[in-house]
Nanobody, 127 residues
Framework: QVQLTESGGGLVQAGASLRLSCTAS????????VGWFRQAPGKKREFVAA????????YYADSVKGRFTISRDHAKTTVWLQMNSLKGEDTAVYYC????????????????????WGQGTQVTVSS
């Protein structure tokens, strides 16, 4: 089991930016596909962004395309979610998820592909 830790959440005004970070307890985190999901109060968990283990393929929910960017540092110890032009509807708990799979397809948008989850970090955007 991989322990994932998210950080970087907070309270911001609409239009602001935040960068979420996800670190893992394993040394080979670079071999994992990683996804970001979010859950707003009273709503189901939804896909936000994902990146294949190679980093060659990235996928985004339509609602965040052009505003959010998923990336990984060169040492492959941290995965980030850069969130720009935040909106009130982005308010949610954001979860990092990881899977030791070699998928390079948009099935990485499904939470069923992931077997490791962080505890989440709260993002609140005031309108």
């Amino acid at each position: 089991q991989v322990q994932l830790t998210e950080s970087g959440g907070g309270l911001v005004q609409a239009g602001a930016s935040l960068r979420l970070s996800c670190t893992a307890s394993v040394r080979n985190f670079g071999d994992y596909a990683v996804g970001w999901f979010r859950q707003a109060p009273g709503k189901k968990r939804e896909f936000v962004a994902a990146m294949s283990w190679t980093g060659n393929n990235k996928y985004y929910a339509d609602s965040v395309k052009g505003r959010f960017t998923i990336s990984r540092d060169h040492a492959k110890t941290t995965v980030w979610l850069q969130m720009n032009s935040l909106k009130g509807e982005d308010t949610a708990v954001y979860y990092c998820a990881a899977a030791d799979i070699l998928l390079e397809s948009d099935t990485l948008a499904s939470d069923r592909e992931y077997d490791n989850w962080g505890q989440g970090t709260q993002v609140t955007v005031s309108s």
